[in-house]
């Protein structure tokens, strides 16, 4: 059941992306009505672009699982440990995806999203514009840095056009700050940490 | 480093990141007018514009490639501190064109003229790859990657995307040949997009200590030698009047910041995408070390899950400084560099971890040391590099 659901996140995410509407170019507004316009653009592809499948922890509630917008965005809660992968069941799985769909284990390890809220400390806080559009670009941190990897689609989202990534790194950057410390990845065979 | 600047960089490594693309497409072009490329490759037997040639062989590094000669106009250079590479043996050229010189007025970021070629082999026993690159007619760099067969009798040019596991560096750790996204990464982050070519790189004041040294081949060019051709032009005359040297409180810290150099400052500079990160390990052509200012003491963006390391490098004790904990590491996500490597240089650790125990007796203040003389370097160094 949860692992139909992530598909279902994924698929919104690149139909998303696919279907987006042209840019809406801040040069065309005054500045704060500009800066007012680019964090709505923003709004509207973060939303659109279905973010919150992911970014967002899910909770269970009456109608089954859902994103718990009390902590909008900010990551695989660093309250919930895991130590390990977890190998899918025998059958056509890829797959595990945790119970906030915040972690994902597959061959490439274990995945947690990241916390995208402007914390300073442990969100995009201290990131600039441009290593958020080059991340998108290149799937590497900061665009220099590790790979990102599944099932962040970045490969879809670097094809949007700067003006739509710099809107929605604008919004992201205006929502509220969660202190969240999502943990580093577990590589697949994980080698002796230092 | 500006936004259009990172914004091209980006537009060029996703551009790279899409398989097939870019030279492949110029090339089913090439291909459509084969009596233009007959008479260019009469003209010029290496290809020219941005369309690599298929061979190693049609790149001009080589007068006879079944013996091996280089050309007449391929010098060989070796840079006195060497970017680890999973301890491949490595040899470096350069071809500048006719009467053209480096123009060498920023000591640190040298411009190259259009034209000018680098290849750079790597081996593990035998050659694997010989990377090539070439400065374009528009000014951009193109790279491209060569991998040699067993018996090294052909070089076939890789995809752009790279290819995985193409050797073993040692028994059961692969050697992988890097894609044009992470050729960028490294090349196009700094200050220059050539890395080891420079006042400091090619000082003839060589640090007899550096990690992974080779003796340069004979006839290899060294600044001295630039300098005596007229290959380089403006170099400013406090650099070219006093050979360059990392400045250094002891022969261990002179090395210590060269290999940081050699090894990090391609993305952790002042004009790199993430300079705002505020960390920088270039060692100037002047010999200044931003290191000392920027990483000794100073806290990290990053923290490592489940340990208490705060800080890049903390006086007299490796084990809470990030730098060990980034260089130690492989196959995760805390790894530096993040690529092309799966196998940690434990002599950079050894050396790295002496230098910051070797901290803890300097006064906090001290951040521009006077220069030391090295003594003759110590045995076990791992050739290659």
Redesign the interface.
């Known amino acids: 059941m949860k692992r139909r659901y992530a598909v279902s996140a994924l698929a919104a995410c690149a139909v998303a992306i696919a279907f987006a509407a042209p840019a809406t170019h801040a040069a065309d507004h005054p500045a704060s009505a500009g800066d007012k316009a680019k964090v709505e653009r923003g709004r509207y592809l973060v939303t659109f672009g279905g973010c919150n499948d992911c970014h967002t922890p899910w909770k269970m509630s009456d109608k089954g699982p859902e994103p718990d917008m009390s902590r909008m965005l900010s990551g695989h809660p660093q309250s919930l440990a895991i130590q390990a992968g977890v190998a899918p069941p025998p059958g056509p799985w890829m797959a595990v995806v945790g119970v906030t769909f915040t972690a994902w284990s597959g061959p490439w390890g274990v995945s947690f999203t990241k916390n995208l809220t402007p914390d300073k400390e442990t969100g995009l806080g201290?990131w600039?514009?441009?290593?958020f559009?080059?991340t998108m670009?290149?799937?590497?941190?900061?665009?220099?840095?590790?790979?990102i990897l599944p099932p962040m689609p970045w490969?879809n989202y670097?094809?949007a056009t700067?003006a739509d990534l710099a809107a929605m790194f604008a919004y992201l950057k205006s929502i509220p700050a969660i202190s969240n410390?999502v943990?580093?990845?577990?590589?697949p065979?994980?080698?002796p940490?230092? | 480093?500006d936004?259009n600047r990172?914004?091209r960089?980006?537009?060029r490594?996703?551009l790279a990141?899409s398989a097939g693309k870019g030279c492949f497409r110029r090339r089913s072009l090439c291909a459509s007018l084969p009596a233009l490329l007959l008479l260019a490759a009469l003209v010029a037997p290496p290809a020219t514009a941005d369309c690599a040639p298929q061979h190693l062989a049609d790149t001009g590094l080589y007068a006879d490639f079944a013996a091996k000669t280089l050309a007449p106009e391929v010098h060989p250079f070796s840079p006195q501190y060497a970017l680890w590479s999973d301890g491949a043996t490595k040899r470096r050229w350069i071809r500048l064109p006719p009467k053209k010189r480096i123009d060498a007025r920023n000591p640190d970021a040298w411009v190259f003229p259009v034209g000018t070629r680098f290849w750079k082999e790597f081996a593990f026993g035998r050659r694997v790859e010989t990377r090539l690159i070439e400065r374009q007619a528009d000014g951009e760099w193109h790279f491209a990657t060569y991998r040699w067969n067993q018996d090294e009798s052909d070089a076939v040019l890789v995809p752009e995307t790279g290819v995985r596991h193409v050797a073993e560096s040692r028994p059961g750790v692969p050697y992988d040949l890097p894609g044009v996204?992470e050729c960028r990464?490294c090349h196009e982050?700094g200050l220059a997009t050539i890395l080891g070519f420079s006042a400091l790189q090619l000082s003839s004041d060589r640090d007899p200590n550096a990690l992974h040294g080779i003796t340069p081949d004979p006839g290899s060019l060294d600044l001295d030698e630039l300098l005596r051709r007229g290959w380089i032009s403006d170099l400013p005359q406090a650099i070219a009047a006093h050979a360059p040297r990392v400045r250094a409180a002891t022969p261990t810290e002179r090395t210590a910041l060269g290999y940081l150099h050699a090894n990090c400052s391609n993305?952790h500079n002042s004009q790199?995408?993430?300079a705002?990160?505020g960390l920088s390990f270039v060692v100037h052509a002047d010999g200044t070390p931003d290191a000392l200012a920027t990483a000794v003491g100073h806290p990290s963006?990053y923290?490592?899950?489940?340990t208490t390391i705060e800080r890049h490098i903390v006086p007299g004790d490796p084990d809470a400084s990030l730098v060990?904990?980034r260089i130690?590491?492989?196959?995760?996500?805390?790894?530096m560099p993040?690529?092309d490597s799966h196998l940690a240089d434990a002599d950079a650790i050894a050396l790295l971890s002496r230098w910051i125990r070797e901290l803890a007796a300097r006064p906090a203040s001290e951040s521009s040391p006077p220069n030391v003389t090295s003594p003759a370097p110590p045995s076990g160094n791992l050739p290659g590099g």
């Open positions: 201290g600039t514009e441009k290593e559009i080059a670009r290149t799937g590497r941190e900061r665009g220099l840095g590790r790979e490969q670097g094809k700067d410390h943990p580093d990845p577990i590589p065979e994980a080698p940490a230092k | 480093m936004v990172a914004t960089l980006g537009e490594l996703i990141a996204v990464a982050s993305c790199s995408l993430i705002d990160l963006h923290h490592p899950t489940g060990m904990t130690s590491n492989r196959g995760n996500a805390r790894q993040p690529m």
